[in-house]
C-alpha cells in the first residue's frame, strides 16, 4: 500500500494533468448538513472537479470523519462507485429542491432504495446520539446514514432554505437557517472567506 490516491488514477476528473499538489483528504467538515457534508466531497463542481474520495480508504476515512465507522470499516470498490452515484443524486436532488423544483423520479427511487436499506441504530449515550453500524456490511449502512439524512432535509423535515454556495466555483448545497434568509455560501471558512478577499481585491482596484 502507498496511500497515494494518484495511484490509482482521478476518475471523475475531466481533465488527466490534474497537479499532485491539490489535496483530495482535506474534507470540507463545515455543512451542518450531512448529506451536504457528503455532497462536498466532490469540490470545485462549476470548475475543474476536485475528486476528494478516489479510494475506498478515502471513502472510509470521510465516514470516520462523520462518526460513522471505524478505521478499521471494510470498504469495497463497488460501495465507492455505489457511494459517488448517491452522492451525485443527493446533489442534483438537492439543486432541484433550491429552484423550488422537484428531484428527478430516478433520484428519488435511488435515494429511497438506500433508505430501504437502512439498518443502523441511533442510540442516546451520555447525552449524545450516535450512530451504530451493523456488523455486516457497515460502510453500506453508513451510507444508508447519509441517504436518510438527505430524504428528511430534502423532504422538508428540517427547518431552513436549501440553497447553493454563490461561490462562482463551488456548485455546494447547504441549509439557510438565517433570520433574515440571507446566506450566501455553503461554508463562511472556506467559500465566504474566498469571495470576502474577491470582493477586497475587487474593492481595491486588482480586479
Ligand atoms: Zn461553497
Redesign the pocket.
Known sequence: MTGSPAARGTPTAAHSATPARRSPQEF?LGNEILAFRFV?TLGERRAEPLERITTPEQLRAWCTANDLGGTDMPVSDALLRDARELREAIHRAGSAAAVDGTPEPADEELLNRWTARHRARLTLTGGRAQWHLPDTDPARAALAVVALDAVATLGGHRDGVIKR???PT???L?MDTSRGGRRR???MA???N?MKKANLKAARGGA
Open positions: 470540507r462536498a454556495c454563490e461561490q463551488c456548485g455546494g447547504f455560501w455553503c461554508s472556506t467559500c465566504g474566498k
